[in-house]
Structure formats: structure tokens, C-alpha cells
């Protein structure tokens, strides 16, 4: 992949013979650019032990590359075998799939957590190559290392292979928290299955190839909680653990600064006359405690739900030989997986976070021989990820219990589902998450063209690349809202942070309705385009047999990004979402004015920078 090599040889006359050799050659050496990378071929790709089997988990075997999750320098995409190399970040990765972009995109949503689009099945990749330093003027766009992969083609032979890979929790052992609570041992399945076919469909002018691979993972889990007991969702706090078993009535409160103090509740027993009507809802979706002899004490809840993990990944392609001057491949991956991570208590107490990761990438190639020394190879490449990072809980449950004027309630747009957070303190949280669902969308281009000559000791390389990322996101960010309850109105001295630690009940400021904080804010996200451009010219001059110069420039084009649906009259989808009159600020509003906006939707609000160039220049 990628490798300018040079081999010698001189035909001689000779005598007709017949012999059997074996013969064990050593590598070549790359003498003819100055490049820094390795080569992965498809022998070690799939003799290697991977687990997850990622073909990406290879390329940190390359010279000068770590994993990225090691590092901190990018380490969100460490999780997908995502890596760093001679200084860079994680982020700074490109991956060329068959000639066209399948690298993820920095961000908070889930496509920031990838280190790829699509994961074609480690039978489906021929080779790649991982190229680390010192690149040609051909390769750009991202300063970190480029991974370029080739699938494989069909040939006039029908060939195919089938696999599957297993995991099981039938040969572990059980952990010490699961036997302490008398639990069996947390399930663990991981099948991977699959396979692969390829062959003719006219011979010598059209082949096809074709791969799947299926991943199901059930990954136990053991979570301990702490859950209101029967007793304490009724008001009665009187059996709770040590300084969580007196209460105090914050209407007694008498004086003023640390002298403040109050009358405690009789028999430590909130009365239900004076519960808060959207907490005596609320407080009945805690699980009950399921530990023996824990009733009333901290971690009294114990679960051990299963990760869900359900991939499929398809890749086809066909090849057409026009003639012998002409050739063109086009290869469709599609990507469809679906993540579920529970959490200590069930839905709708809190539920599991939810993944939903499909792509679709698509790759066109037509390479043509101009003349014995002159060949040209233009590719295109379209790649669409619309990923969602939501919860377990698909209503709007706000208005169920009363709670209202929540961001998320009145903005609408898929926001609202779930219901405010409540956080008494000693207690776990129930409600959802304060930032799902998070939905974050790629749509990009990858247009291209390569243009190769030689001209005596000149090996001449010209082309262009563009590349045009539309990205959407659009989180919730506490829209819901979050509300604390930190014992301050049940303790007897709400002043002395002494009394507060010693005395009162979150869970009882919750039943009463007094929150000490509270934390709401709007959605927010962006919606918008960077389009990229860059022309190149590279030199591979051979100044003698044993010396060659790499010479190049290459000129990048980073055009600011903009935002379609930006201008004066700003929508959902603009620069400044969700800010002036969709958080309720009228235009008669003297602040209204100070908030900066696009003129139309192809304002910048930034100067351009066009005259970026990089040479490039080695021996070898």
C-alpha cells in the first residue's frame, strides 16, 4: 500500500532446466522515499491475536506510535484502538479506507469517541499501511499519521471464508461483591462471527467481494446503590444509618448565622401533609433494598445488568477492467451498531445510556493508463454517520409529575424525553442524565485525483484533494434540569457545616420540596460545513543508483467553517442556537443587540488563510 519499490533484475539467455526451490525472501527495503511507516499484510492481520478484532490495534505496533488512551492526548477514541504517533493526538489520526476519508471527527458526541466511521472485519482488509513521518506531499490534511487500508478484491477464482470467535462467562470465576451479596456470577458472552466471499462475475473484466461480521457482547455489570427504604419514602427517618436518622423542621428555624437553629421533627417522621407533591411521585421509582440486614444502610441495593453490544459490519465491493488501460472499483460499507450501558438503578429511576452508531461509506476509483509512463487515479468517497447518544427512557415524564418550565419542555425537539434529575445527598440520583440525549451527525465529500509521470530519473506525482464535512450537533446540557438536596434544611444548624454533616436528611429535604440548588440550561449545539482544499506536487528524483531526493509542496486550503442556517433571523440549527428569543429574550431586549451573528449562511465571522504551504523534502 503506498510503497514506491524498487527491483532490479536482467534477463539472460539460458539453458532449459527444471528445479524446486524454496526460498525465504527478506523484505524490501524502502530505498526510494524517505517516508516513515510500516506495512501490515493480511498474513498478520488475521494470525495476530486481537481481541474485538480491530485491524486498528496493529497500527500501534507501527514505529513511534502508542495507544492514544495511554497517552491523554486525545484518549477519548483509546477505547476504539485508536492511537497517537511522534507527538501527535488521538484526534490528529487520518484513516483512508480504499482511497477515501473514514476518519471520526473530534467532538462531544459519540463520533468523538471513534477512531474510525465504518470497521471493515479483519478478512475483509488486504493490507495497510501506517505512515508516521516524513510523508509524501501527497498525504495531508491531518498533521498525525495516515492509515491507509485496501480491502480486498475478487478474483477469478471463488473463494470465501467463515469464522466465529467466542467468549464466555462459563470459564471465569465469580467477583467478590456478587458473592458477598449471594449473586451468581455476571454474564459474559462475546461472539464474533462471520465471513467473507469473492470471485468472478465476468471473467478477467468483473469480480466481486463481499464480507460480514456480526459482534454480540453481554458484559456483566455489579452495581451497588443506596435506595430509600420503605420506612424513609413514608417520612420516617428514624431507623436511617448514623447522620442520616435526625431531621429537623426548617419552618422552626429561630436566629440568624451560625446561630441559627431549629426543632427537630417528632420522632425523626416528616409528616406526609407536608410532602412535596412532585417528590412523593418521584421518590416511589427508587428500587427497594434487596440486601439483607442493609435496609437502612448506605450501598443497600445491589444489580448486575448486562452491556449490550450488537454490531453488524457489511463491506462490498466489485472491480471492472474496462481494458488493459483502464480500471475502476466501487466498495459500499455500511456500519450498524447499537450500544446499551446500564447504570446502578433501572429505568426510569436512571436506565442505561444508549448508543445508536450507524454508517454508511461509500468509495468510487477509476485509475487509467495515459500512455507506459503516464497514469492517472481519480477516486470519490461519501461517508454518512448520524449517531444518537440517548437514554433508556423514551417519554417525557416531566409533566407526569408535575414538574414544570424545564428547558427541554418548552423548546421540544426530542429533548424532553426522561425527567429532571433529584439529588439527595446520601442517596443515588434518580433522573436521567444531565446531557443525553446527544444527537452528533457527519456528512462529508472526499473528492480526489492523482496524476503519476516518469520522466527519466523523475517520478512525478501532482493531484488535488477536497473534502467537504457538514457537522451537526444538538445536546441537551441540563435542559431537564437538576435539583440538589444537600441535608441544609433538615439539619438542626444549617449555618454550622459541623451540624449539616451530623444531622439531617437529603431525602427528607427532597419529600419537602427544599432544594439547596438547582442546575438548568438550554440545549445547545451547531450545525456546519468545513470544506477543505489542497493541490500538490512531489519529486522523487534518483539522483544515482543508491540516492534518491524527495522533493514536494503541497498547499492547504482550510476554508473557516460556516453555518447554513446561520444569518439575522437565527433558527434551531444556527450559529447562535438556542440563545435571545429561544431562551425567551424578546428583540425589544437591549441584549438581544450584543449577541454576534452571521450575516447569511456563509459568513465565517473570521478572515480566510490561504497561503499555507508545506514543503517537504527527504533522501534515501
Given amino acids: 500500500v503506498g510503497q514506491a519499490a524498487r527491483i532490479d533484475f536482467v534477463l539472460e539467455v539460458g539453458p532449459v532446466t527444471e528445479s524446486v526451490e524454496v526460498v525465504g525472501d527478506a523484505p524490501l527495503l524502502e530505498s526510494e522515499s524517505a517516508t516513515m511507516g510500516q506495512v501490515i499484510d493480511n498474513k498478520r492481520i488475521v494470525e495476530m491475536p486481537l481481541n474485538k478484532r480491530s485491524y486498528l490495534e496493529l497500527a500501534r505496533l507501527s514505529v513511534g506510535a502508542l495507544p492514544a488512551s495511554t497517552m491523554g492526548l486525545g484518549a477519548r477514541t483509546g477505547g476504539d484502538a485508536g492511537f497517537v504517533a511522534m507527538g501527535s493526538k488521538g484526534y490528529h489520526t487520518t484513516v483512508l479506507l480504499d482511497g477515501g476519508d473514514n476518519s471520526a471527527r473530534a467532538g462531544g ?10 470497521k ?9 499501511k501506517v505512515l508516521t513521518n516524513n510523508f509524501s506531499a501527497q498525504y495531508g490534511y491531518r498533521m498525525g499519521p495516515q492509515v491507509i487500508v485496501s480491502l480486498k478484491s475478487g478474483t477469478n477464482r471463488l473463494h470465501g471464508s467463515a469464522y466465529e470467535f467466542l467468549r464466555n462467562d462459563k470459564l471465569d470465576g465469580n467477583n467478590f461483591f456478587a458473592n458477598r451479596a449471594g449473586r451468581g456470577k455476571a454474564p459474559y458472552r462475546q461472539n464474533q462471527f462471520g465471513g467473507t466471499i469473492g470471485g468472478p462475475i465476468l471473467r478477467d473484466k468483473t469480480f466481486f467481494f463481499a464480507s460480514y461480521e456480526g459482534t454480540r457482547i453481554r458484559l456483566g455489570n455489579t452495581f451497588l446503590a443506596t435506595v430509600a427504604s420503605v420506612a424513609a419514602r413514608g417520612g420516617d427517618f428514624s431507623s436511617e444509618r448514623l447522620n ?3 431531621i429537623f423542621d426548617p419552618l422552626t428555624t429561630r436566629g440568624a448565622g451560625a446561630d441559627a437553629v431549629r426543632q427537630p421533627f417528632p420522632n425523626n417522621v416528616v409528616p406526609k401533609s407536608r410532602f412535596d407533591p412532585v417528590s412523593s411521585r418521584v421518590v416511589e421509582l427508587y428500587p427497594l433494598p434487596n440486601i439483607a440486614g442493609r435496609e437502612f444502610a448506605a450501598n443497600n441495593y445491589f444489580s448486575s445488568p448486562s452491556t449490550q453490544d450488537d454490531a453488524n459490519q457489511i463491506d462490498f465491493r466489485i472491480d471492472h477492467n474496462f481494458s ?8 459500499y460499507s455500511i456500519r450498524r451498531q447499537e450500544r446499551l450501558a446500564p447504570r446502578a438503578l433501572p429505568a426510569p429511576a436512571l436506565g442505561g445510556l444508549t448508543q445508536k452508531l450507524p454508517a454508511d461509506n461509500l468509495a468510487f476509483s477509476w485509475m487509467h493508463s495515459l500512455s507506459p509512463v503516464m497514469f492517472n487515479q481519480a477516486r470519490i468517497g461519501f461517508t454518512h454517520s ?11 415524564l416531566n409533566q407526569q409529575f408535575g414538574i414544570k418550565n424545564a428547558p427541554a419542555d418548552v423548546l421540544k425537539g426530542g429533548l424532553d424525553r426522561g425527567f429532571s434529575a433529584l439529588a439527595p445527598g446520601g442517596y443515588n440520583v434518580i433522573g436521567q442524565d444531565c446531557c443525553m440525549p446527544n444527537n452528533h451527525n457527519l456528512d462529508q465529500v472526499h473528492v480526489a485525483d492523482n496524476l503519476m509521470v516518469q520522466s527519466g530519473k523523475h517520478i512525478l506525482n501532482a493531484g488535488f484533494d477536497f473534502r467537504r464535512g457538514n457537522l451537526f450537533r444538538n445536546a441537551t446540557r441540563y435542559a431537564r434540569g437538576t435539583f440538589f438536596f444537600t441535608k441544609v434544611y433538615t439539619s438542626e444548624r444549617p449555618n454550622v457545616a459541623a451540624s449539616r454533616i451530623e444531622t439531617g436528611n437529603g431525602l427528607a429535604d427532597m419529600l419537602l420540596g427544599w432544594a439547596n440548588r438547582t442546575i438548568t440550561g438550554t440545549p445547545f449545539g451547531e450545525n456546519f460545513i468545513v470544506p477543505y482544499w489542497s493541490g500538490y506536487l512531489q519529486d522523487d528524483w534518483k539522483l544515482t543508483p543508491r540516492l534518491t531526493l524527495n522533493l514536494g509542496l503541497r498547499w492547504e486550503f482550510y476554508q473557516a467553517a460556516y453555518y447554513p442556517n446561520g444569518g439575522p433571523n437565527i433558527g434551531p440549527l444556527g450559529v447562535s442556537t438556542y440563545l435571545t428569543e429561544y431562551s425567551g429574550m424578546p428583540r425589544s431586549d437591549p441584549r438581544w443587540g450584543t449577541f454576534e451573528r452571521p450575516r447569511d449562511g456563509r ?3 473570521r478572515s480566510q488563510d490561504r497561503n499555507n504551504f508545506a514543503p517537504r523534502i527527504g533522501i534515501a
Fill in 603 to 605: 459568513d465565517a465571522g
Fill in 244 to 246: 442520616m436518622n435526625t
Fill in 120 to 128: 471493515p472485519s479483519l478478512d475483509a482488509v488486504a493490507e495497510f
Fill in 386 to 396: 448520524p449517531t444518537v447518544w440517548g437514554i433508556e427512557v423514551d417519554d417525557a
Fill in 324 to 331: 488493459a488501460s483502464d480500471r475502476a472499483f466501487f466498495r
Fill in 109 to 118: 458526541g459519540l463520533l468523538g469517541y471513534q477512531a474510525q466511521i465504518v
